[in-house]
């Protein structure tokens, strides 16, 4: 193809014989900073009959573009400067009249000038091709609706790892989480956005550094996650390092596709070699970590070029299923420590509420024959229900019949006093020894010659009581 300057006292495709007119291959047409006419050659062998046509041109420039000699339609306004240009659309397609075509060759001329972006792009012209009439939004959400379906998922982990940090489960990983989600599903929006909005060609500057940047952000913070679980000790120093070769990845390649690629890639491969180091040393899931990562860093390298538009976002999904089942498993290992320390503790709040009131003497006043007995809870050996009355039973022999319930004595008497049967409390200081029967029931002996039943039920925390 052939591409010759243009001016702004252009008002038809000038014949290309320009001395500057220059045959170059398609994919090398720039416009930015220039205006320019491109000559391309449109070989039929029939004109498509009973569909529309339209001549489909996705560039990040103004276009005006001309079929036979003949405009067939306007996308901004081409100029020599930024000035006198009026940006266009990014994607457009322009209608192509039937009878303009004709078997053989065609002569397509396209003016184009790009003057209003931020950036330079290597390939600032992605396509020009005569088409079936259809709006280049909808061509580009074929290309990415399947990578949205993924969007759910990452909303859904960011909300979940958010909660799991206000609650301070695991709060700085769950932290790391939420934003890696995060970053995936705003990146994966910049992605589409393409297809959902009509935007002017200087736009589309920004959504590139939009996804160099979260790209960046989510392989970085997929690398701090892995230094957090298996180098805590030296994980600033780690994490340095990561964003130094994110930052490189950012700055060193000229294309920003590559850019995209490579800030993920590289944090990546720096989070393999984290988790491959940790293998050495045994922690849990080194290994499992490191291949996973590997993996994902493979497909990045393997299909670069399709990498970040079909595969990415799926990958994504893949690697934070995987990374939330760890943190569930992380979770459950945490809840079941806390259980067994919440155990160890009442255990040991048991042991020091019984040595306090191990010598503690609670006195009981008795009438009895018309007498009131104030008996000490030392001497007592243990006690009977009787219906509304109990019998004290002392460890002189003695008995004593007592105004009073099982219950309301169980809450009086010091914690040494155990409840043994649904009508006997022991003084656990006299217990001399424990028998199981075949039944499931027992007997406690005491030291005062007293055999007392122990029920089915009460037999289990009996045998605890007394370990």
């Known amino acids: 193809m052939t591409v010759c300057p243009?001016?702004?006292?252009?008002?038809?495709?000038?014949?290309?014989?320009?001395?500057?007119?220059?045959?170059?291959?398609?994919?090398?047409?720039?416009?930015?900073?220039r205006h320019l006419w491109a000559y391309f050659t449109l070989t039929l062998d029939e004109v498509p009959a009973n569909r529309p046509?339209?001549?489909?041109?996705?560039?990040?420039?103004?276009?005006?573009?001309?079929?036979?000699?003949?405009?067939?339609g306007e996308n901004g306004q081409p100029a020599d400067d930024r000035r006198a240009e009026k940006p266009g659309k990014m994607d457009v397609i322009f209608p192509v009249?039937?009878?303009?075509?004709h078997p053989g060759d065609n002569a397509l001329a396209v003016?184009?000038?790009?003057?209003?972006?931020?950036?330079?792009?290597?390939?600032?012209?992605?396509?020009?091709?005569?088409?079936?009439?259809?709006?280049?939004?909808?061509?580009?959400?074929?290309?990415?609706?399947?990578?949205?379906?993924?969007?759910?998922?990452?909303?859904?982990?960011?909300l979940y790892f958010l909660r799991?940090?206000?609650?301070?489960?695991?709060?700085?990983?769950?932290?790391?989480?939420?934003?890696?989600?995060?970053?995936?599903?705003?990146?994966?929006?910049?992605?589409?956005?393409?297809?959902?909005?009509?935007?002017?060609?200087?736009?589309?500057?920004?959504r590139l550094i939009a996804i160099a940047g979260l790209s960046a952000t989510f392989g970085l913070t997929l690398a701090t996650f892995v230094i957090w679980r298996f180098r805590p000790a030296i994980k600033w120093w780690l994490v340095g390092g990561a964003a130094a070769c994110t930052v490189a990845a950012l700055v060193l390649p000229s294309g920003f596709d590559a850019k995209s690629g490579l800030a993920l890639l590289a944090p990546t491969l720096f989070a393999t070699g984290v988790a491959l180091s940790a293998?050495?040393?045994?922690?849990?899931?080194?290994?499992?970590?490191?291949?996973?990562?590997?993996?994902?860093?493979?497909?990045?390298?393997?299909?670069?070029?399709?990498?970040?538009?079909?595969?990415?976002?799926?990958?994504?999904?893949?690697?934070?299923?995987?990374?939330?089942?760890?943190?569930?498993?992380?979770f459950a290992r945490e809840e079941s420590l806390r259980q067994q320390e919440q155990s160890r503790a009442d255990r040991l709040q048991y042991v020091i509420d019984r040595i306090e009131t191990s010598d503690a003497v609670t006195f009981l006043s008795v009438r009895d024959m018309g007498r009131t007995h104030r008996i000490s809870s030392?001497?007592?050996?243990?006690?009977?229900?009787?219906?509304?009355?109990?019998?004290?039973?002392?460890?002189?022999?003695?008995?004593?019949?007592?105004?009073?319930?099982?219950?309301d004595l169980e809450d009086e008497l010091p914690a040494y006093f155990l409840r043994v049967h649904r009508s006997y409390i022991a003084n656990s200081k006299l217990i001399e020894s424990l028998q199981?029967?075949?039944?499931?029931?027992?007997?406690?002996?005491?030291?005062?010659?007293?055999?007392?039943?122990?029920?089915?039920?009460?037999?289990?925390?009996?045998k605890a009581a007394l370990q």
């Open 164 to 206: 799991t940090a206000s609650l301070g489960r695991q709060c700085v990983p769950s932290l790391l989480l939420a934003l890696m989600s995060t970053a995936a599903a705003l990146q994966l929006l910049v992605e589409v956005s393409r297809g959902l909005l009509d935007y002017n060609y200087p736009i589309h500057d920004l």
């Open 97 to 101: 009249p039937a009878d303009l075509l």
């Open 6 to 33: 243009a001016s702004q006292a252009d008002s038809v495709p000038p014949a290309p014989d320009h001395p500057d007119c220059q045959q170059v291959p398609r994919w090398t047409i720039d416009p930015q900073g």
């Open 53 to 72: 046509l339209g001549l489909s041109v996705s560039a990040k420039a103004s276009s005006h573009a001309y079929l036979n000699g003949v405009k067939i």
């Open 279 to 330: 293998v050495r040393t045994r922690l849990v899931n080194a290994l499992v970590f490191a291949g996973c990562l590997l993996l994902f860093a493979s497909i990045n390298l393997f299909a670069a070029g399709q990498f970040l538009d079909r595969y990415f976002y799926f990958a994504i999904a893949a690697l934070m299923l995987f990374l939330f089942i760890q943190q569930a498993d992380g």
């Open 436 to 462: 199981r029967n075949a039944s499931g029931t027992g007997e406690l002996r005491l030291h005062s010659n007293h055999a007392l039943p122990v029920s089915r039920r009460i037999m289990p925390k009996i």
């Open 111 to 158: 003016r184009m000038s790009s003057h209003s972006g931020w950036l330079t792009l290597s390939s600032p012209v992605h396509r020009v091709a005569l088409d079936g009439y259809q709006s280049p939004q909808y061509r580009m959400l074929n290309r990415y609706w399947p990578s949205f379906l993924t969007f759910g998922a990452f909303i859904l982990g960011a």
């Open 378 to 407: 030392q001497d007592i050996a243990y006690i009977k229900g009787a219906g509304d009355f109990v019998e004290l039973v002392l460890t002189s022999g003695e008995t004593h019949l007592h105004s009073a319930t099982l219950n």
